[in-house]
C-alpha cells in the first residue's frame, strides 16, 4: 500500500511515524475540527493522552498517511481502529464505541464533548446484523480522526486517505467501516464514498457556538456506515 498522486504519496503510517502524527494531530486536529472550535477545547485537556492512543491505534496498522513528496512533510492522515461488537450480548451494548473508548474525559470540555458523541452513538445493534459473524461478533473498522493541513484542503487529499483506508480494512475482513462526523466536509467525503447515514443529530441544541464556525456551515453530526464485505 503506497501510491503516489500529484506530488502527493500515501502509505501505511508505521509504529516509528506514530508520534509524528500525534504531533501533526495535536496541531491541525483539535484547533480545526468544528465541535473542539466551537467549544474551545483547551489543549492541556488532549495533550497528556492523546499520543499513547495514537502509538496504539497505529500498531493495528490501518492507518495512512500523507506525505508531500517535495517537503518530506506529513500534510495528511487517517487515524482508523479495529472495533468489535458482541451482538448476542445484550449487556454489551456500547462495547466497542470507536472514537469514544479512546478518549479520556476527566475535564469539563471533554466531558460535554464525550456526552455529545455518546448521545450520537445510539445507533441499534440490529443495524451491524447483516455482517454478523458465525461467532456473534462484528468487526468494522472506524475511522477516528481525519485530519488535512489547511493549505491542502479542498485538493481531494481527504477523499483519498478514506480511499486508502477502505482498501487496508478489507485486507482486515471488517464486515464494515464506520465513522462519526461533526464536520459537513467530512460528510461529503464519506457520502460520496458510498457510506450511508445511520444515525444524525443537530448539532445546534446541543453544542454552544458552533453557528459560529465557519458561517454555520456545519449542521449534523452523523454516524455513517459502509458494508465494505458481502
Ligand atoms: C475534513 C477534512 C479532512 C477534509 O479534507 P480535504 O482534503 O479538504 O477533503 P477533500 O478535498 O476530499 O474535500 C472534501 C469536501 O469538503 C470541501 N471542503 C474542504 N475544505 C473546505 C473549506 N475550507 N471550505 C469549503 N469547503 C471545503 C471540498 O470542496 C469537498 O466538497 P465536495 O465533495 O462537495 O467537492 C479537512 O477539512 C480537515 O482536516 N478538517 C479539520 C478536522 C476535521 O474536521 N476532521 C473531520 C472530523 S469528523
Redesign the pocket.
Known sequence: MHTMEDGISFGLILPENAKDVADFLLS??FP???ISRALELPPNQVQRWFTPTIIGSVQQECCIQAIDIKTGQIV?VAINILVEKNLQEPESVGEGRGLLDLLDVTEPVMVEIAKFLGFLNQVPMQVYKPGMDTDGRVRTVNCV??????A??????????VDKSEVIAREKNAAYMQ????????Y??FN?CGFSVIREIPLAGHLRNIESI?NG?HKQGRILLKKIRP
Open positions: 491541525n486536529f480545526n475540527e468544528p495528511g480522526y481525519l485530519n488535512v493541513l489547511p491542502y484542503c479542498g485538493k481531494g487529499i481527504g477523499k483519498t486517505l465513522v462519526d462526523t461533526t464536520s459537513e466536509f467530512s461529503r467525503i460520496r465557519d456551515v
